[in-house]
């Protein structure tokens, strides 16, 4: 393709140069008119193929981030199981044996279905109820949770992993660092088209809560699945925490 390209490059210039010669031969207009055809198929070929790899190289840029910030997910809930299960090995083997089966297959859904472009809605809630159950064998004190699910088609497609950074966001700021009285409620709806999750949690505004990286993975993976057809809603009112997200799928 450069050797044709210089060919008309050559071509054009001695055009130029001898165009008082070759303007006295008969078919000469008719050549210049191929001539210049040939050079803006080439051109708008040239700008295609340009376009087309900046393109895919966009994308493959936005892949190899979503791949990244799927890793990202779950740390902060891994770490603190594994490290209530090691307190439970010797005081209570068979809770513990039941929170290594729930979590590796936490752990299973994360590496293999977390890596997918989408998974159905019911893998989801079934994620997020291994979650919640988790979380209720490993708590020793008192805490309410309402998990509620109103869905039309089960097998929606969403991406994996959404939900449950809002989860896990409730029960670390909510949950963990209150002593009593800690509740969640947590809803998932889905219409024909759109999916939704609402989640509130009571919290203490006297402890200090670190910004974390859970919050702004969320929002960069929307922008990069869902842009223009998601909507996250948080608010604060009277020490209660409320997000909403809502897909458009």
């Known amino acids: 393709m450069r050797v044709y390209r210089i060919t008309l490059a050559i071509i054009g210039l001695i055009i130029i140069i001898f165009n008082d010669t070759f303007g006295k031969l008969e078919g000469f207009p008719e050549f210049i008119l191929f001539y210049f055809i040939i050079v803006c198929i080439t051109i708008f070929h040239w700008l295609f193929v340009n376009i087309k790899f900046i393109i895919n190289l966009k994308n493959e840029k936005a892949k190899t981030e979503l791949m990244h910030l799927q890793s990202q997910v779950n740390p902060h809930f891994f770490f603190n199981m594994l490290n209530n299960l090691y307190g439970l090995v010797d005081k209570d083997s068979e ?12 752990m299973r859904y994360s590496i293999y279905e977390g890596q997918k472009e989408y998974v159905t809605l019911q893998e989801e809630i079934d994620f997020i109820s291994t979650y919640i159950e988790l979380h209720k064998m490993r708590y020793h004190k008192k805490i309410a949770i309402n998990f ?12 994996p992993l959404l939900f449950i950074i809002l989860v896990e966001n409730a029960f670390k700021h909510g949950v963990e660092v209150l002593r009593s009285n800690a509740f ?3 809803l998932i709806t889905s219409k024909e088209n759109e999916i939704s999750l609402k989640i509130e949690n009571n919290f203490d505004n006297d402890e200090k809560s670190e910004k974390g990286i859970g919050l702004q993975n969320l929002t960069r993976r929307l922008e990069l699945i869902y842009p223009k057809k998601h909507q996250l809603i948080k608010s604060i009112n009277n ?3 409320t997000a909403e997200l809502t897909l458009k799928v």
């Open 184 to 186: 969640i409620n947590l």
């Open 239 to 241: 020490e209660i925490y």
């Open 148 to 159: 509620e699910v109103e869905v039309e088609n089960k097998n929606q497609k969403i991406m």
């Open 95 to 106: 809770k513990a044996k039941k929170l290594i089966l729930k979590l590796s297959d936490m």
